[in-house]
């Protein structure tokens, strides 16, 4: 199983920018997937996850600016930022539970700046 994600960049702040997570080697849909960053300094932390079922949840500091998304047929996972903020940048990992086990990605550089 390998999960590939790509979509950092640098973006000012209060620009938008969209992650993408390519899941190969698994069936995709069913499984609990979540978007995580690691800001310089701090621990890794969750950002938003999405269950097999479709159901959303997103830390405070991301609601209503971010959106987690997914399309089964492309078994992509998607997060979508708005409104990035210059505290925001970090590395961005996603991560697929597959049965009991877990799959990260590689990790994608965001860097928000003017």
């Known amino acids: 199983v390998q999960l590939q994600a790509s979509g950092g960049g640098l973006v000012q702040p209060g620009e938008s920018l969209r992650l993408s997570c390519a899941v190969s080697?698994?069936?995709?849909?069913?499984?609990?997937m979540a978007w995580h960053r690691q800001i310089p300094g701090r621990k890794r932390e969750l950002v938003a996850s999405?269950?097999?079922?479709?159901?959303?949840n997103y830390a405070d500091s991301v609601k209503g600016r971010f959106t987690i998304s997914r399309d089964i047929r492309k078994k992509t996972l998607y997060l979508q930022m708005n409104s990035l903020k210059p505290e925001e940048r970090a590395v961005y990992y996603c991560?697929?539970?597959?049965?009991?086990?877990?799959?990260w990605g590689q990790g994608t550089l965001v860097t928000v700046s003017s």
């Open positions: 999405i269950t097999g079922g479709g159901m959303t």
């Open positions: 080697g698994s069936r995709f849909g069913n499984n609990f």
């Open positions: 991560r697929g539970n597959m049965g009991p086990i877990q799959y």
